[in-house]
């Protein structure tokens, strides 16, 4: 049974698409058609179901699909044998929330790189709750998101720190150079806000009503790195990770509030499907953000 067979019928899985998976593995679409032909002669039974354009996968095929992800497990945990970092090849699919790509991840990528050098790297941004959708689909091998403890008994953290969540403004803000605002007078301002669902929003909306304040949203955005640029440009105030505005608020392009109010926490975390093996270069993008960052809680 080639291993080339069986990982093409993976991506072909994930993707659900013939196209898609010969586009991303380099392959002519005829040769992911013969390969998943050859792998289900091997095995003596059809892994797809093919109505008109659109396949999914047969009983069986979905039952194939966690030996097969075992399979490529072995084949990358044989292949690391006796070989330094440089030497390793293979694939790291990561999710990440869109403010950890820019406040964090991006300036240790090329560190990263340039120790696995020969490992691909995939990065997919989304929001927390699709991209741990996507890892128990097996779509991504490792999570790095903002979110409550994890408490899902099929998920295993790997790296969790707590995060505070603060109030930021314009430079020439009203409130910019005050000390110790109430609350109360924060909700009198226009907010650019970060997407409904997410934690930031919630919070934000929470301690407004325990307030008997309204929250006073002009624009709704989930991107963090254009809602900054805005808060820059005097839209609004904003409520977000710390850890999102440190580099903007060291320059001094906006300004951290001094506001009175009930610390705010939540928790970025690395996550991944107990069920994946994490391989060396997994392990390697953790220690990085380790290193980067203070840690908090480490589990095995």
């Known amino acids: 049974m080639d291993i080339k067979n069986i990982k093409t019928f993976v991506r072909v899985a994930e993707l659900k698409n013939f196209t898609k998976a010969a586009q991303e593995l380099n392959y002519v679409q005829s040769t992911v058609t013969m390969q998943i032909q050859l792998l289900e002669k091997e095995l003596g039974f059809p892994l797809f ?3 008109g354009k659109k396949i999914s996968l047969t009983d069986l095929g979905r039952e194939f699909l966690s030996y097969a992800y075992e399979i490529i497990h072995i084949f990358e945990k044989a292949e690391t044998i006796n070989k330094n970092d ?4 293979g694939s790291l699919r990561i999710g990440i929330s869109e403010s950890l790509l820019f406040s964090v991840l991006n300036d240790l990528l090329p560190d990263f790189k340039n120790k696995y050098k020969n490992v691909n790297i995939s990065i997919k941004t ?6 741990l959708e996507q890892i128990k689909q097996n779509q991504l091998d490792i999570i790095y998101v903002s979110k409550s403890k994890n408490s899902d008994p099929d998920i295993n ?3 969790l720190k707590k995060e505070r969540l603060v109030f930021v403004a314009p430079l020439d803000h009203p409130l910019s150079k005050a000390k110790k605002v109430p609350l109360e007078e924060v909700f009198k301002h226009e907010f650019v806000v970060t997407e409904k669902e997410g934690i930031c929003y919630s919070r934000l909306k929470e301690m407004a009503a325990q307030n008997g304040c309204s929250l006073l949203d002009v624009v709704e955005i989930d991107s963090v790195a254009v809602l900054i640029d805005l808060v820059k440009n005097g839209m609004g105030l904003a409520f977000l990770p710390e850890y ?3 580099k903007q608020v060291n320059k001094k392009e906006i300004v ?3 506001v009175e109010y009930p610390a705010q926490y939540y928790y970025s975390q690395i996550l991944c499907h107990k069920s994946r093996w994490l391989s060396p270069w997994a392990k390697g993008f953790v220690s990085l953000i380790e290193q980067a960052r203070v840690q908090t809680k480490k589990h095995p």
């Open 49 to 51: 179901d093919r109505v």
């Open 86 to 89: 440089t030497e390793i090849k």
């Open 126 to 131: 989304g929001h927390t709750f699709e991209l």
């Open 157 to 159: 953290c790997y790296y």
């Open 244 to 246: 999102a505005v440190k």
């Open 256 to 258: 951290l509030l001094d």
